[in-house]
């Protein structure tokens, strides 16, 4: 089999604005880079984005290679799939990752479909490995993580007899750790050619607001789960969240319940957050949720069932009924903060 | 007229998994789970069946998967679908969602006159949402993941909405083109009384030659001719049907591998009781106080 010893990461940019996802990607890829003694390269397309590409040197690539045109301003499948498709068959990189974000999730399957490789979606590890399989040794794969089967399972994905391995990996997962002295990387200007195909699906309007929402940031999370039971009992979660100056979150049952909204589910498929202090209401604790939250620095876990798995995982654990300890708690701080 | 074809999936009822399911080993006992529709492909269906009531054509419903997903065939035959294919072959089993892609796409080839492919945003039993645009591809034709609206077929195009990160934009494509549909785009309409009295017996070649095993008096083709000219025959397609190729079917065409599973084993650690008291409550800020938590 045969491929180049690269770890690559694709850089995605709405309205010329790097994904924060994406450097989080750059950051693990870099490791892994470093564990296959392989070199990481950062794919950059879009419409004047070598601003994005001398960012990249920041998160450990050791190379950018850019595509840039005006008719690759903003993201469309087409293109991108092609662009990306004809640079994998040509160099054959060890690893593809993208982040799994809209765009991530339309832009992989597509590649991975071109070029036969094997896909794992929303992992929440990612690690290099000799692997014994099927009685072979196949030196240094991906071991690819991830929650399965509404999470009674976490399931280590290979993907053994295919050049490529590709990865999604949801916002957060991964940690950011700009280096201090950005890498001496270099630049690789790609031309595009464009294709009549390319213009097959058209862009009619489009409208985009920056979420205002950085749970990532805050340094206090409280979240609430399906357990608190209606809408006006998750109030209390945003009251409680008001009053100590954190920012509310959900599971994704809350989400799905319309509790909350989707930008403030954190875990497997929403965000993954490390706060000082997660306080958990009514969130039983499926490993999808924990995956999202347990390296928090002080978990609270409140909860009217002594044996929800949640507790496993809290620093402190409180059993009772969350619409009378909420108030008590928000009456208690109160009081102690004047 | 336009003409869709309605990738549909029968999934294990994840969201009620009881223990009894995981066996002993860790892996999963799929048998013993509840099998269901994949809720986002039963709202695929539904949008097809609005475009067939706007614009006329014809509706078509598949599935890969074992015998026993005609079941959710014969659903799709409640709802509104003109006809359903059964995708099934033992060689299919263990599919990953290339190999799945490739075998839902020779079938839809081979299917053929449509104009749309729908499907739902992701199934239930791996939220990879990854099928739907690796079938695109294998089609070579656009897609449209995410899809919130569909505004306007005309002039063998197709305006929609569909939802961005942060957002949402306006998209125009040709036709034909592949649309994956977010979960509370439309309703799915009740089974409508009149089609369950008239499709419940519908059936599909493996469940007809089960029939002709448990009865040696009837004969397969007889059978097969008698449902078709009763309109219950749900059309069933193999790996020779299709002529595909085995090594990119099944477990075989399927690059990624589960190389480990483990159950989830709860890690016991300690925490801290607290009492549910403003007194326990209390003592609680006081420590987050102490850490530089609060205040």
Known sequence: MKFANEVWVYVEQRDGKPADVSFELLCKGSKLAEEMNG?????VIGDNVTGIAKQTFTYGADEAVVIQHSSLKHYRTIPYSRILNKLIEKHTPRIVLFGATIIGRDLAPRVASNTKSGLTADCTDLKISDVKYLKQDYPKLLLQIRPAFGG????TIITPDVPTQMATVREGVMELHPLDKPKKGKITEIEYKPDPIDEIVSIIEQHREDSK???KAAPIIVAGGYGLGNKENFRLVEELAHTIGGEVAGSRAAVDAGFVTPDRQVGQTGVTVRPKLYIAIGISGAIQHRAGMQDSNKIIAINNDPDAPIFEIAHYGIVGDATEIIPMFIDVFKHKLK | MYNSIVMVKQVPDTANISGKVMKDDGTVNRAKLPAIF?????????LALQVKERYGGKVTAITM???????ILR???YMGADEAYLISDRKFAGADTLATSYVLSEAIKKIGDYHFVFAGRQAIDGDTAQVG???AEKLNIPQITYTEEIIEVSDNKIKAKRKIDGGYEVVESTLPVLLTVLKDVVSPRPFSAKRVMAYKNAKSLIDLEKLTEENSLLYIDKLVHEYEERGLFIKTLTMDDLQLDEQRCGIKGSPTKVYKVESVVLGGTDHIRIEPTKNGIGELIDKLMKDHIFG
Request: net charge negative.
């Open chain 2, 133 to 135: 645009p690796q079938t």
């Open chain 2, 75 to 77: 659903e799709c035959l």
């Open chain 1, 39 to 43: 070199t990481l390269k950062a794919i």
């Open chain 1, 152 to 155: 009674n399972i976490i399931a």
């Open chain 2, 38 to 46: 994949n809720h986002e492909d039963k709202v695929a269906l539904e």
């Open chain 2, 65 to 71: 998967g074992p015998p026993r997903a005609s079941d």
């Open chain 1, 213 to 215: 929402v950085n749970l």
